[in-house]
């Protein structure tokens, strides 16, 4: 399976936007990138994925790099309830499982 | 519209009891997939399902039994306990096994095993 680099932790302030990195630099062409995120005590969540092309969902924004080798997860205006650990994951066509690495832990100060 | 459904929430063992958690999805998903989360770690997978009838080991599948009756439900069992299984277990579901189907979580159960 691809892996995916994340940063162990990143921190913003309350009401400005977020950008949060994914390293997958041996992706292949038929990975899709996910990323879900969560909170404390609770199962992850869904929060988009695309293949290419760049995604735009009532929660976040997918950046995706021309050269697939990386994206980042854009949170427009971070609110304390944003606050969580952040997965940046691959999934192929044909179906591989999902590879869950440590994450990035979001801290949003009020 | 329930989504995914994990019982119990919290659940104490002692060595070598068994168990079996619940897990359902209302959603007509094929694949269904249940994982554990150790403290300060990310998730690993047990076992995973990709229709009724069909299971398959994941990365940590030792220790569990898993079948696949039906669509809706997938039960995680746990044939003898050990104080290793404490963790949270998360079950997931999704549409289909690939690459364009986003997991749907549970909100899992926590397991001590004493």
């Known amino acids: ?110 | 519209n329930a989504g995914v459904t994990q019982t119990p929430k919290f659940q104490v063992l002692k060595t070598g009891q068994s168990m079996t958690l619940q897990c359902a999805q209302d959603m007509n998903h094929e694949y269904m997939s249940w994982y554990r989360q150790d403290p300060g770690m990310g998730l690993r997978l047990i076992h995973y399902s990709v229709g009724a009838g069909i299971t398959d080991q994941g990365e940590v599948p030792n220790g569990y039994n898993v079948s696949r009756s039906t669509t809706e439900d997938f039960p995680l069992r746990l044939l003898s306990a050990a104080p290793s299984q404490t963790s949270v277990y998360f079950c997931a579901s999704s549409y289909g096994q690939g690459g364009n189907s986003p997991l749907h979580f549970g909100n899992g159960t926590r397991l001590t095993v004493t």
């Open chain 1, 1 to 110: 399976d691809a892996k995916t680099t994340q940063p162990n932790s990143m921190e913003s302030n309350e009401e400005e936007p977020v950008h949060l990195p994914c390293n997958h630099s041996t992706i292949s062409g038929t990975d899709y990138i996910h990323w879900y995120r969560q909170l404390p005590s609770q199962g992850p969540e869904y929060v988009i994925h695309g293949l290419t092309s760049n995604v735009n969902n009532r929660m976040a924004s997918l950046a995706i790099a021309e050269d697939r080798k990386s994206s980042t997860l854009i949170l427009h205006r971070a609110t304390l309830r944003d606050a969580a650990v952040y997965y940046c994951i691959l999934r192929d066509v044909v179906g591989q499982n999902f590879v869950f690495g440590p994450g990035t832990r979001l801290s949003v100060l009020p």
